[in-house]
């Protein structure tokens, strides 16, 4: 009977070892971001690493386009599993669609604030301008049609007292930087998070400065466009800008779908922000990424970032 228990004993154990060896399953997640090569693509490759990485048994890849409705539409249809997305494109999918999908996109929950991008308007050194009112009857670079840039452009000339047929309006090519440079613009708008490599070399060179906009007119900006926020370019975000410049910039926020496991969201929401330093690497807007303003999103957070923001309050 000893030997027998003891037998027992050994399948028991042997039969336990060879469970332990069994892989856990691997969960591979897409991060839809845009405009590849540049500020949100950068961020979301090197998110999507610091998944892979950090997070147990999973596999986090990426997919870029260029299109803000897109991937909107991707996590609607269960295509893709996270997305990095503006405040208005995340609101308006899921309280009316898209122009695709003109249907409420109710799959669409959010993870986290991100960071802010911010309509930048940079003048020419020797032209003298420092306030916007002074774009009257200048070259302006005012972005592409039907591009963000060019209706922020058109807001914020007009808060100002400068009408939009009062320009000159320059489009491209060359690049607004490269207009700035040449000297065929006085003046040109960028909207992109900062700090934006194109506006730092022309303010590093001595090319270009920023120009702020004036606090009493933000209201009338924010009339035309709800989205659009007060917004600090902080002192030394460009060296040789040695003020904070107020501007105007919307959120950039982290999406995600309904159906992903609390669980799942939960430890991503955590190594998002643990992996700050990171994604800073690999684009400094990221240094703006904080649990702080994380849950002040557009659209409803999924059930495991809320959890994480509220156990971050608990423990405080």
């Not at 591979?28 to 998944?51: E, F, K, M, P």
């Not at 996270?82 to 959010?110: K, M, V």
């Not at 690049?175 to 708008?189: E, M, P, Q, T, Y």
């Not at 669980?263 to 807007?285: E, G, I, R």
Request: with cysteine.
């Amino acid at each position: 009977m000893k030997a027998f228990l003891s037998f027992l004993a050994l399948a028991v154990l042997a039969a336990c070892d060879h469970g332990s060896l069994t892989p856990p399953t691997q969960t591979s997640i897409v991060i839809g971001t845009v405009y590849g090569g540049q500020t949100w693509d950068l961020v979301g490759r090197a998110l999507a690493d610091a998944y892979t990485r950090t997070v147990p048994n999973l596999r986090a890849t990426t997919e870029a386009t260029e299109n803000l409705e897109q991937h909107v539409d991707g996590l609607e249809a269960r295509k893709i599993d996270l997305a990095i997305e503006d405040a208005e494109t995340a609101y308006l999918a899921y309280s009316a669609g898209t122009a695709r999908q003109p249907q409420p996109h109710r799959a669409l929950r959010a993870i986290s604030v991100l960071f802010s991008t911010a309509v930048q308007v940079v003048a020419r050194r020797e032209t003298g301008i420092d306030g916007v009112a002074q774009l009257k009857g200048r070259r302006v670079y005012v972005g592409a049609e039907g591009s963000p840039t060019r209706r922020a452009a058109r807001l914020i000339l007009s808060s100002h007292g400068v009408g939009w047929e009062e320009v000159q309006q320059v489009v491209g090519p060359p690049s607004a930087a490269a207009a700035l440079r040449s000297g065929s613009a006085d003046a040109i708008f960028v909207y992109s998070p900062f700090r934006n490599t194109l506006v730092a070399g022309l303010i590093e060179d001595g090319v270009g400065l920023l120009v702020p906009l004036e606090a009493r007119n933000i209201g009338l900006i924010q009339e035309g466009h709800h989205f659009l926020k007060s917004t600090i370019i902080p002192r030394g975000t460009y060296l040789g800008e040695p003020r904070d410049v107020l501007t105007v910039g919307m959120d950039v926020l982290l999406l995600c779908r309904d159906d992903l496991p609390e669980d799942l969201v939960y430890n991503l929401s955590k190594a998002l922000f643990a992996s700050v330093p990171q994604l800073t690497a690999a684009h400094a807007a990221a240094a703006g990424i904080s649990p702080d303003r994380g849950p002040a999103t557009t659209i409803p957070l999924h059930p495991g970032a809320a959890r994480f923001y509220r156990e971050r309050e608990i423990l405080r």
